[in-house]
Each structure stands twice: as structure tokens, then as C-alpha cells.
């Protein structure tokens, strides 16, 4: 697989009065795969929108490099090939939907109706289309959004907080939409405070926290560690502590016994060994580890992020 984003200790520094240079964007060796959709991680103020932006070639880097689609950040000709959703999308309120497109597609020098309409129809406002951005709900605002950054049929969206302050059902529409983009074939790297979604959505993760990358790879791998609990009765404490499951914890509960172990242990030879005895399994449940426990264990602990918080107050760009 080829890599849609590739950088190398790619760096944004900002002046600031009270603490001097400030890397906000810190040495990041990112690497997005085509054809994924890539979760860019990271409490507020960790530098995700300000990576995005030096992705898109809207602000430059202060030292490193960066790929995108195979071209060096900045180059124009990649620009008909991606697109972008900023955090906090500004439309023209006196435009209708339609007309949205209109103004975008002919800044791309598209000038089609009926391709529009199409888009219309993708994000679920083909009926809405007559109607003012004013009148348009937030999670109208954002599907708008979604269509207009489909015009160009990118191969690569970047999509900044795309499901910020929208209701469960909103939620629901848009991500079944940027599902939709990866069977289509499209790369997608959404920066997101929204972990379950992320969980359920992304195929690879990068957490940032002060600038700095401190995991980034599958979920699958990322999330591994989780526990299965099995609850059984008719069988005592020893009889399980005799089967000898390694790193396994065995207790007393008023329905039977209840022995969690490593996710990895397969639990059918203990199920057997039950029943053997005359014993009822009551539940088996995996306990996955959560992508939000991840998620703090990661910007919480200093002995993975280490250094301190330091947000520039009041900071100015560095002149290269
Ligand atoms: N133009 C600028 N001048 C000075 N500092 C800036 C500038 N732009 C961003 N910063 C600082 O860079 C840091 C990272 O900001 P950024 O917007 O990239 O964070 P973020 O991860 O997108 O946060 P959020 O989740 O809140 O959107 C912040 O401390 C911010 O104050
Ligand atoms: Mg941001």
C-alpha cells in the first residue's frame, strides 16, 4: 500500500512572550496508508488542526517535511486531489445548498447540475436544496460541508471534528457517510474528540498531545490487552485455580465464580472442563479495552508524554 501522508519530523514553532519558542506541531513522523481512514488524536491544543493545516500547504512548516499523495506539502497539483472540512466550516448564510455547490464547483471549474444534485442526494439534502444555509440545522451545515468537499471527487479528505456538537442521529448520518468514502476508495484522516465514533470508524490511530506523537498505529493493536470474563457455577474457587489459567484472577461472586484472564486465552477448554464437572457456564463477556481508556492512559501519563503543558498565550510565528 502506498502512503497517502507521509512526514518526517515535520515542526510548527510559535514565538511566544512568556516561554520563549514553542514546538506546537513537534517533530511528528506521521504515516497514513491509502485507501484508511486515519483518527488523528489529541486533547484541544495538541496541534491537530495546525498539522492539518501545514498538510493542506495553508501555513508552513518551520522545519521537516511532509508527503501528500506522493508530492512534497505545498505542491498546488495536489491540491485537485484532496479536500478539506475545517473545524468550523464558513458558508455564505444567503446561499441555498444548490447554490453552495454552484459557488464551490465553479471555483474548481465544475459545471454540473446534475453532479449537484447527486451530492445533494449522498449527504440527504436533496429536499432541503431550495433552502438557506441560514435556515440549515449545525448537522445540515456539516452534511452540506460533507458534499461540498466530495466535488472534486478527492482521493483524500481531511476532515477536521467532523461530528463536533451533533446529535446521536447526526452522528450516525455522517459516519456512515465517511464509511461510504472508504468503499469508495477514498483515504480519510479525521482529527475527532469523539472516541467512540473513532473506535468504530478508523482503521489506524495517532494520539498527539503537546506536539508530540506518542502512539500511532492499528486499533486492533493499539486496543490489545483487553480481558474475558467468564462466570460460572456449580464448580468451586479451586477447581478453577486448578486448571492453571496464566494471568488469571479467580473470586467469589453470589452466582458461581468469576475468572477473568488475558483476552488472548481461548476459553473453550475452560467451558469444557466445566461442563465436565457438572458445572454451568453463566456468561462469558470480552472486555475490551476502550480506545477512550487509551485515550487518557496516553495524554495522562507523564512517562509517555513527559514534557509540560505550556499553552502559548499569546504567541507569534516564527519568521524561518
Ligand atoms: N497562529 C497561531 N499563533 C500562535 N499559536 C498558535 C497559532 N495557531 C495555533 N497555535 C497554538 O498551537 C497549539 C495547537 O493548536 P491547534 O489548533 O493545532 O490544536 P488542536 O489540536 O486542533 O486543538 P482543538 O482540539 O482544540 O481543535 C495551541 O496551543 C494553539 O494555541
Ligand atoms: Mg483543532
Redesign the pocket.
Known sequence: MAAAIETKQLTKS?KSRAAGNIN?VDNLDLHVEEGEIFGFL?P???????TIKMLLGIIYPTSGEGFVLGKEIGDMAVHRLISYLP?RPYYYEHMTGLELLKFYGSLFGIYDEAKYRALLEKVNLHRDMTKTISQYSKGMQQRVGLAQSLLNDPKLLFLDEPTGGLDPIAHREIRDLILSFRDEGRTVFI?S?ELSEVELICDRVAIINKGIIERQGKLTELLHGGRIEITVGGVDEAFLKGLNIPDSNIRGLPVGVLMDMPEEQDPNGIIDAVRNRKGTVISVVPRRKRLEDLFVETVTNPALGGKPSV??AV???IVK
Do not use: L
Open positions: 510559535y506546537v489529541g484541544n491544543g495538541a496541534g491537530k488542526t495546525t473545524e482529527s474528540h499553552p502559548p504567541a507569534e510565528e
